[in-house]
């Protein structure tokens, strides 16, 4: 490591709060295209992509000069001072992509901010206060997102009380819970949602159910489509609103443009943040007009959020995605990227899943294919020597057992190859 490295290091270690993780003890100066470079001028094949954020990799040109473009016109005006083109014209383009009846925007900052929004849409509108949300779920760290959240304890410890009136429901996490059977876990998570409004929840009196359609910090678990189906016609039944949350899993990224495509569902509400901004703080609530209409006046309401700058290089991100079919490339390279997985899988023991839709792809490291005891151990290992190697990927999982691959959208065949030789290495070397 070069000495500015190591200064910049050694100053952020002292000059910033211990309260963060981090995955990797490296100095960042640059991004260029789908490569990290570091201070010390190593290149890194970007399969992390900030987690989840920069969906069309670094510096990407089209997003930088509508950056440009929109700084010299106009930094920032509150959204609550009147009305600007870009976030107007975002707003439009996001409701263009969503199902008919879904047709009005909240722009807020990050994803926890509208997880926190969009459970005070649901209390407010619905008049209800119970939530039901997932086990396994990651929504967020602020107080309404921490407590629909149950994806480590570490996130929740020592916070109590949370925000009342909230319920963790099994989430069908076939793989870990199920032995690998869709259909039982539907079943024996349908039926406990069942009783839980029998015995513990009237459902009159519940507001929302809040659902990852593919699980994310929790361990890349994608939802059976039969569950996601049976949830919404709980929902439907009881008059209970239905908020899927997309920060992680949407803009294309399971090979659809939003996960709930996969299980052909609608949504009462979408949320998402992370990618929208390819790496400018941006997140959205979008719902049907009546619904937010029924929120009220200054019920809600930031700062920042929907900011004039973000918003341009949102518009710049749909653009890019639309005009360069990256959805369909996520779906195509994904396809790709996951029988590489499953050949390397075949040969290796320690690999007990390859799951996930387009490029949300986990991969569940084990002890033993017959106990699934999660190898966390060997999680950290591996990302730890496919950096060293130039590739950049994460673990997730409440025992970073789960590595998870997050290639940019518009990633090509090489690059698929290149990383897959990197990880081969990486397992013989691990091994
Ligand atoms: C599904 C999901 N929801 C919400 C959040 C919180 O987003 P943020 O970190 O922008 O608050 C995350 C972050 O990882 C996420 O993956």
Redesign the pocket.
């Known amino acids: 490591m070069t000495d500015t490295a190591r200064t910049v290091q050694d100053r952020s270690i002292a000059a910033l709060s211990p309260v963060l993780g981090r995955y990797f003890e490296r100095t960042w100066v640059r991004g260029q295209g789908h490569r990290l470079i570091d201070a010390d001028g190593r290149e890194y094949l970007d399969f992390a992509n900030g ?2 954020v920069t969906s069309l990799g670094h510096a990407h040109p089209r997003v930088s000069a509508a950056i440009h473009t929109q700084v010299d016109q106009l930094l920032h005006v509150c959204n609550g001072l009147g009305h600007v083109e870009s976030v107007t014209r975002l707003a439009e383009m996001i409701v263009e992509e969503m199902p008919d009846g879904l047709d009005t925007v909240y722009f807020g900052n ?4 509208v ?1 926190d929004g969009a459970i005070k849409l649901a209390r407010r509108s619905t008049g209800r206060s119970h939530i039901v949300a997932f086990s396994g779920a ?4 602020t107080y309404g ?1 921490l407590s629909v959240t149950s994806s480590s304890l570490n996130y929740r410890r020592g916070y109590e009380p949370l925000v009342p009136d909230v319920h963790i429901a099994p989430f069908p996490s076939a793989y870990r819970d199920f032995g690998g059977d869709e259909v039982a876990a539907t079943t024996a998570c349908l039926g406990y949602l069942e009783r839980l409004f029998a015995t513990v929840v009237p459902p009159e009196r519940t507001a929302a159910f809040i659902i ?1 359609p593919v699980q ?2 929790g361990g890349y678990v994608p939802a059976p489509a039969a569950f996601l189906v049976g949830l919404r016609e709980l929902a439907e039944r009881h008059g209970i609103l239905l908020i899927v ?1 997309e ?3 949407g803009y294309g990224r399971s090979g659809r443009m939003w996960a709930f495509e996969h299980a052909g569902i609608v949504p009462d509400v979408v ?1 998402m ?2 990618a929208i901004a390819n790496g400018l703080p941006l ?1 959205a609530i979008v719902s049907s007009r009546a619904l937010q209409e029924r929120w009220g006046v200054g019920a809600h309401g930031s700062t920042y959020g929907g900011n004039p700058v973000a918003c341009a290089a949102g518009i710049a991100v749909l653009d890019v995605i639309r005009e360069e079919g990256l959805v369909a490339n996520a779906a195509g390279r994904g396809a790709e990227l996951t029988r590489g997985l499953q050949a390397l899988a075949a040969e290796d023991p320690r690999i007990g899943d390859v799951r996930g839709p387009g490029l949300m792809i986990g991969v569940e490291l084990v002890k033993d294919h017959q106990t699934r005891q999660p190898d966390g151990a060997l999680g950290d290992a591996v990302i730890a020597a496919a950096a060293d190697k130039g590739l950049l990927l994460l673990t997730c999982g409440p025992e970073h057992n789960i590595i998870r691959w997050i290639a940019p959208l518009d990633v090509e065949r090489a690059e698929i190859e290149e990383a897959l030789g990197v990880f081969q290495e990486v397992l013989l070397e691990t091994a």
């Open positions: 987690i989840a990050s994803g926890a901010e997880v990651f929504h967020g760290r997102a990852e994310g910090e949350d920060v992680q899993s949320l943040a992370k997140a």
